[in-house]
């Protein structure tokens, strides 16, 4: 590999014993005159022909440091920092100050060999500090890779900036450290004219008005009435629509700069001009410097005042407010096209060819793949004829009330259908809307018909990672016509009241339905868990991986469950039209393929897409597993077993697997074996026997002594639904992970203090950090105080900054004052909140029939061996409401003003009570 950088940075360069610098052709080399060991020294070399660069050696706590200043936007500290100062605090210090004093640049590294470990699983209390200050700055690792043969990361290099950056460490053959190489990419301006579409909804409106509607009315085709309305809706949008060009120049013009201070501006570069010429003019320099920081102050000042407006203008709109903090703090994401695209097969129309045949044959491929493979296998179906319901699902038809309230749910900020018509205009305009699609969606419903045009899907590509031409780097998002969506609304809240009513969905199922989320599927994980080590049982879980499980869902199959639920008659047949006959096309910009049919899968992007889906696996969460249980949220589904012994344990996993490996072969569904992972829980790390392994057979035969079918994966660690699982539950690898989320916040919450009201600040902190500390805490947050100190600092961080405290200001004082709940007091509060509704709705309150006064009567306590179960919700749960419910009397009260009550309260406790409420004892 040949590298020609532009500038090289050695660190720990022995200058005390060798102060001669090596010289390299076509560089300018610069050192540190600081020798605190022998082993010291910074060396920098630059190329010759990069200009207006500055390197200068400044002044460092325990450490030896350059600055390397590259125009006025640009700064690099080339950083040594020996490991024999064991205490970093001055060190920290420093970096504090000369970071502080640097803040102006727009991209900031900090680059060198720091003798502090950042690597993963490192949970030394020094690199959490380092981190937190680096973060406090804008400053985030841009790698913890291993730098040294002691699988340490020591070598760092930290960014802030908003170019593109890559990073890579690579061997070296010439010291014990790794060579780290660090990318910027400039970002290409384009100075092309944008068009965009004007609409003028005032003429848009007299167009609807005046439109003639009574058609509608006389037809009896659901289709031929949508037709004809859309066309009417389509006509008024294209009179009312008119294209305009935004020059360049104004598409970046800031709105807080006025004449006045762009006059200020072209001043000072007049004068950056005049000192160019007359280098060696003191006086003119010394006064361009005065008028250059007299204009950015202006300019900041302005700035500030004009977001703070912003926000405070937003502050009653959700939606606005969060652009308006997005824009603040330059957080809005990077968009990355798919043009790359058009380019993969010759002309434009044929590469969009080929890439909505990839989309739309993508799910049937697998499908047809996995037919081939399972073709002979015996049912796995515990469907009875008792199975099949004897109820009936029945459409009412709907009324105007209905439909109104279905348009003013829609979301406004999704995109635009094939037909045009956004959802924005539908809510400006439903007044004059309601009324025919109510009397189009009775016709749907009486005929058991959807509407074509309602089937048409606009597939945009989205890049996820990888090369940026090929198109399985990207992910099909699926826009439906917002009308469609409308009528979807409709049939889906009749179809979910009447799988709720009649208990069809599995009670093992946590995705898609009300009063079940990811915290509850994750917490019934972890418990059952839990109960089974706490018994000295032996435990293990498969995290399977379903391939494309909502686009390989068979249309046939779908229907055929439909039909055994209870789904008949123009019912069944809505449904059968709504699943058949579907289309997309792709676009990319203004282009856009032809249509293609869709075979298979539920409808992406819709509103009855995942309820059917619920429904397609409905019977796989029924399956009974000897010694097993089914956990399933949507398709992230769990398969948990539990016995005496681990041969026990395998022999049932095996069985299992295989039986829910058939019934989703039978279904159309295949599982990702290689992202489908195996954890082997136990509290303790001994060994287990090397013999035991889960195959994931691919054939029917029912010998597997010689097969060779891949076996599944052991880890110590995954994530599964936001949450990372490790085999030990300790918790730890999540909280290493949520710290660093954290961390992030930082330097967001520094710049948006200057401009947002407390009251504003609050509200974000609560929507950004604590909503990050209280997912899932159910079942992470009663992890070991030790493993908190990382995740407790990091949030206290946030606050000091967001209330411009010091480094050093005091826990308790810094909770008062804020008036939040610490990390540990947030999971003390959903315990008391989880418990606290279970008793409400196992009726375990009794009232006396004498005394309106109410007694807390709970059921004993299932028998907990060891501590290590006194972490969880089965144990902390009904001993600490207990506790809490001595001094607060909150089992009377409903769940709200058990929040309000048990909040206030907790915001009183010392870091000390709060840890004693999680204490057995009485």
């Not at 699983?121 to 890779?145: E, Q």
């Not at 439906?480 to 179809?495: F, H, V, Y």
């Not at 309000?900 to 709060?914: A, G, P």
């Amino acid at each position: 590999m040949s590298i020609l950088p532009d500038i090289v940075i050695l660190t720990e360069a022995w200058l005390s014993c060798n102060p001669y610098i090596p010289t390299l052709d076509g560089y300018c080399s610069y050192s540190t005159s600081k020798r605190i060991n022998q082993n010291d020294g910074v060396v920098v070399y630059v190329k010759s022909n990069i200009s207006n660069i500055n390197v200068t050696e400044i002044d460092f706590a325990d450490a030896s440091c350059l600055q390397i200043r590259i125009g006025e936007s640009t700064c690099i500290f080339a950083i040594y920092r020996s490991p024999s100062f064991k205490d970093i605090s001055n060190f920290l210090c420093s970096l504090d100050e000369v970071l502080t004093l640097n803040s102006s640049y727009k991209n900031v590294t900090v680059i060198g060999d720091i003798n502090i470990d950042i690597s993963d699983g490192n949970i030394d209390n020094t690199a959490s500090d380092y981190l937190t200050l680096n973060a406090s700055h804008g400053l985030l690792a841009a790698h913890n890779l291993v730098t040294r043969h002691n699988k340490t990361c020591l070598d760092h290099v930290f960014l802030k900036t908003k170019l593109k950056a890559k990073t890579i460490v690579i061997d070296s053959t010439v010291t014990d450290h790794n060579a780290v190489l660090l990318t910027l990419e400039k970002v290409k301006i384009d100075n092309a004219h944008k068009t965009l579409n004007k609409t003028d909804y005032v003429e848009l409106e007299n167009h609807l008005k005046n439109s003639e509607l009574s058609y509608i009315y006389e037809c009896t085709d659901a289709n031929v009435a949508l037709k004809y309305f859309i066309d009417i809706v389509a006509r008024a949008i294209q009179l009312s629509t008119s294209a305009y060009s935004v020059p360049h120049r104004l598409k970046i013009t800031k709105p807080w700069i006025t004449p006045g201070v762009l006059r200020c501006m072209r001043n000072r570069d007049r004068m950056y001009l005049k000192m160019k010429k007359s280098p060696n003019n003191d006086a003119i320099k010394i006064t361009y410097k005065r008028y250059r920081n007299y204009c950015s102050n202006i300019l900041k000042s302005l700035k500030r005042q004009y977001e703070r407006k912003e926000l405070n203008k937003a502050s009653t709109n959700p939606k606005k407010m969060w652009q308006v903090i997005r824009d603040v703090t330059n957080t809005n994401k990077t968009k990355v096209t798919a043009s790359p695209l058009l380019k993969i097969n010759g002309s434009i129309d044929d590469s969009l060819a080929e890439i909505n045949k990839f989309f739309t044959t993508i799910g049937q491929n697998i499908a047809n793949k996995v037919s081939q493979t399972y073709a002979n296998i015996p049912s796995t179906s515990d469907i009875t004829v008792s199975d099949v319901a004897s109820d009936s699902l029945v459409f009412l038809q709907t009324d105007e009330l209905e439909v109104e309230q279905m348009i003013l749910d829609l979301r406004t900020d999704c995109a635009t259908g094939i037909d045009g018509i956004s959802a924005k205009l539908i809510k400006q305009f439903k007044s004059i809307f309601v009324p025919p699609l109510t009397y189009i969606f009775n016709l749907c419903i009486n005929a058991g018909v959807f509407p074509d045009l309602f089937k048409r899907a606009l597939i945009h590509p989205i890049y996820k990672t990888g090369d940026v031409d090929r198109i399985n780097n990207y992910r099909p998002i699926s826009v439906l016509p917002s009308l469609s969506k409308i009528l979807e609304k409709i049939i889906n809240t009749r179809l979910k009241k009447y799988l709720e009513e009649k208990d069809i969905i599995s009670i093992n199922q946590y995705g898609f339905r009300s009063n079940r989320s990811t915290n509850d599927a994750v917490h019934e994980l972890t418990e059952n868990i839990v109960q089974a080590l706490d018994r000295r049982k032996k435990s293990l879980a498969i995290f399977l991986d379903l391939a494309k499980a909502f686009d390989t869902v068979s249309i046939p199959k779908l229907i055929l469950k439909l039909e055994r639920i209870g789904v008949r008659d123009q019912q069944l047949n809505l449904f059968i039209s709504y699943l058949t006959n579907r289309t997309q096309c792709v676009k990319i910009g203004r282009y856009v393929s032809r249509e293609l049919p869709i075979e298979y899968g539920v409808p992406q992007g819709s509103i009855l897409g995942p309820t059917l889906f619920l429904v397609y696996i409905n019977e796989m969460c029924k399956l009974k597993l000897t010694n097993g249980k089914l956990l399933a949220f949507a398709d992230d589904t769990t398969l948990i077993f539990t016995s005496q012994t681990w041969e026990e344990v395998y022999d049932a996993a095996q069985t299992g697997f295989n039986r829910i490996t058939k019934w989703l072969a039978e279904n159309t569904l295949a599982i990702n074996v290689d992202k489908t992972k195996i954890i082997r829980f136990q509290i303790k790390k001994n060994s287990i026997p090397n013999r035991f392994s889960i195959t994931a057979h691919n054939h029917t035969t029912c010998c597997y002594l010689t097969c060779n079918c891949p076996q599944l994966q052991d880890v110590a660690t995954i994530r599964y639904l936001g949450v990372i699982i490790d085999e030990s539950l300790s918790f730890v690898p999540h909280i290493e992970l949520l710290t660093g989320r954290i961390r992030k916040l930082i330097f967001i919450f520094k710049y948006l203090r200057h401009v947002a009201e407390p009251k504003i600040l609050k509200t974000v902190y609560y929507a950004l950090c604590q909503s990050l500390l209280g997912y899932c805490i159910l079942s992470w947050g009663g992890a070991l105080k030790t493993k908190f100190i990382k995740l407790e600092r990091a949030q206290r961080a946030v606050l000091k900054v967001c209330t411009f405290k010091p480094y050093r200001y005091p826990t308790k004082e810094l909770y008062e004052h804020c008036e939040v709940l610490t990390v540990r007091q947030l999971f003390i509060l959903q315990i008391l909140l989880k418990q606290h509704s279970l008793n409400l709705k196992s009726h375990h309150l009794s009232v006396s029939p004498r005394s309106t006064s109410r007694r807390l009567k709970l059921p004993p306590a299932d028998r907990h061996r060891t501590s290590f179960s006194h972490r969880f919700f089965g144990f902390l749960g009904r001993f600490t409401y207990i506790k809490v419910n001595k001094v607060l009397k909150i089992d009377c009260k409903n769940k709200y003003e058990c929040k309000r009550i048990v909040t206030d309260w907790l915001l009183k406790l010392s870091y000390d009570e709060t840890e004693e409420l999680l204490h057995p004892i009485l």
